[in-house]
């Protein structure tokens, strides 16, 4: 998505979320805002305003946007995530950083690289009680074990498993002192998705990728139709199988 506007060099899906990624919440409401006059029926750059004024503390415009992304999509999962965080903290109160932490999505998780970053449905998860109180966005480590590696919160509760291809390859990344980063990328009640981000590449695969690439990959950078197509996932939230409360 590119913003023509006359006052300045265009406006992009990437600066705005660029600006996300380096905190600096003034700027990604600004250039959100220029995106909006554009595509004033875009989810992602609705979900991406509300998150930027709740970081902000700006509650009042956050439920704004957000409620504005609820009437374009009922069923939009980001939107409403961060809307009942938002009616958890009540009128008046002044937003507590812990308190918006379940609110908080990485913006790395909405950058895929090619041969950088691979999406993996987790094997053998956790009981439903477990997986459905961890959110996409959610940061989580790898722990290699014997034959594979687990995936396991910060409290080294276990989630689920790689994929046994997947952990073999990572296992030897590993031992070659490549470094990761891993997101919940979705959560249901029986099933988990990660995304694994390769974040540094020691001397035996400096000129390695950990991913080989694969045709059907698609960048989130793209042109696209703002009344057609369907909203890209945002750093301000998850995919449209995000994580439910449902118990078992």
Not at 31 to 48: C, E, P, Q
Not at 181 to 193: C, H, P, Q, R, Y
Request: hydrophobic fraction near 35%.
């Amino acid at each position: 998505m590119t913003d023509s506007a006359s006052d300045g060099d265009p406006v992009t899906d990437e600066q705005a979320i660029r600006a996300a990624l380096e905190h600096n919440w003034d700027l990604a409401i600004s250039l959100n805002l220029k995106l909006l006059s554009h595509y004033k029926d875009s989810a992602d750059v609705l979900n991406r305003l509300g998150f930027a004024y709740l970081k902000t503390g700006n509650l009042k415009d956050a439920k704004k946007y957000l409620n504005k992304v609820r009437l374009i999509d009922p069923y939009n999962l980001i939107a409403t995530k961060n809307l009942a965080k938002l009616e958890s903290i009540g009128e008046g109160e002044a937003p507590n950083p812990d308190s918006l932490q379940a609110a908080h999505v990485s913006p790395l998780l909405f950058i895929e690289d090619p041969g950088r970053t691979k999406v993996a449905q987790c094997v053998n998860t956790a009981p439903a009680s477990i997986i459905s109180s961890v959110h996409c966005g959610q940061e989580v480590y790898l722990k290699v074990r014997n034959h594979s590696i687990e995936i396991r919160d910060a409290h080294q509760r276990y989630l689920g498993a790689l994929p046994d291809d997947l952990s073999f390859k990572l296992m030897k990344l590993l031992e070659g002192k490549n470094t990761y980063m891993v997101f919940i990328k979705s959560a249901e009640k029986n099933a988990l998705t990660v995304l694994v981000r390769e974040m540094t590449r020691g001397k035996k695969f400096a000129n390695q990728p950990s991913f080989i690439s694969t045709t059907s990959y698609q960048p989130y950078y793209r042109e696209r139709q703002p009344e057609s197509d369907k909203p890209d996932v945002t750093p301000t939230g998850e995919s449209d199988t995000e994580g439910r409360s449902d118990n078992e």
